[in-house]
């Protein structure tokens, strides 16, 4: 049973354009998320993150928006980047670990 | 600092092989994971250690061991590899702790172990 889960395997947007990520969680106890960003043949390196008691962290160009009441977070980079092409985990913290959505390939074209 | 290191990068084993996975981080963390990632299953835990001298099952045990030798040093060891533990392996470590009454857990991975099972 996914706890975490990311709808989109993958996602494509033109340079300069806004991405938009989108995951679901299921527990109603988790009361951290983050996301991650992972490059082929590299391991995953954090992004961003969000506490339950925020709607909104912004750094730089990355915000991440928490809906509490359905469930949902996005991650949103303004402008996108060729650089930005890579598979994005969001994951939620229970207790000492992290449980991970499947993940979404975001490839942004020049 | 090199953060986590992980060896080897690739591997490539018989079936009824055994190996073992090397992890070190040299962040001082408490806390040290195994997890494998497969094409649309996103990364699933194995196996995870929260502090020296205690390991805990994760998700998907079956097939493997682990030890934690120090608070450094955290291997994977397959004992007969199947062709279903062909993955990416990836090692992690955190100081996960309550900061703000949050559980609050940042992980830093390893580059991984691409493993093939035939």
């Known amino acids: 049973d996914q706890q975490v889960k990311q709808n989109s395997p993958s996602l494509s947007v033109q340079e300069g354009r806004i991405s938009i990520l989108n995951c679901d969680y299921t527990?109603?106890?988790?009361?951290?998320f983050l996301w991650y960003k992972k490059y082929p043949a590299e391991g995953p390196t954090f992004l961003i993150s969000?506490?339950?008691?925020?709607d909104k962290n912004e750094d730089g160009r990355f915000t991440v928006f928490l809906n509490k009441s359905a469930k949902h977070l996005s991650l949103h980079i303004v402008p996108s980047q060729p650089g930005d092409s890579a598979v994005y985990f969001c994951?939620?913290?229970?207790?000492?670990?992290?449980?991970f959505g499947t993940g979404t390939l975001l490839a942004v074209q020049p | 600092n090199a953060g986590v290191t992980q060896t080897p990068k690739f591997q490539v084993l018989k079936t009824g092989q055994s190996m073992t996975l090397q992890c070190a981080q040299d962040?001082?963390?408490?806390?040290m994971y195994w997890y494998r990632q497969d094409p649309g299953m996103g990364l699933r835990l194995i196996y995870y250690?929260?502090?020296?001298?205690?390991?805990d099952k994760g998700e998907v045990p079956n097939g493997y061991n682990v030890s934690r030798l120090n608070k450094r040093e955290f291997s994977l060891r397959l004992e007969s590899a199947a062709p279903s533990q062909t993955s990416v392996y990836f090692c992690?470590?955190?100081?996960?702790?309550?900061?703000?009454?949050?559980?609050?857990?940042?992980?830093?991975f390893g580059p991984g172990t691409r493993l093939t099972v035939l």
């Open positions: 992690a470590s955190s100081e996960w702790g309550l900061v703000a009454g949050f559980s609050y857990n940042e992980q830093f």
């Open positions: 527990n109603s106890m988790f009361d951290y």
């Open positions: 969000i506490s339950s008691i925020k």
């Open positions: 994951a939620a913290t229970q207790s000492n670990k992290l449980i």
């Open positions: 962040m001082n963390h408490n806390s």
């Open positions: 250690s929260a502090s020296e001298g205690t390991t």
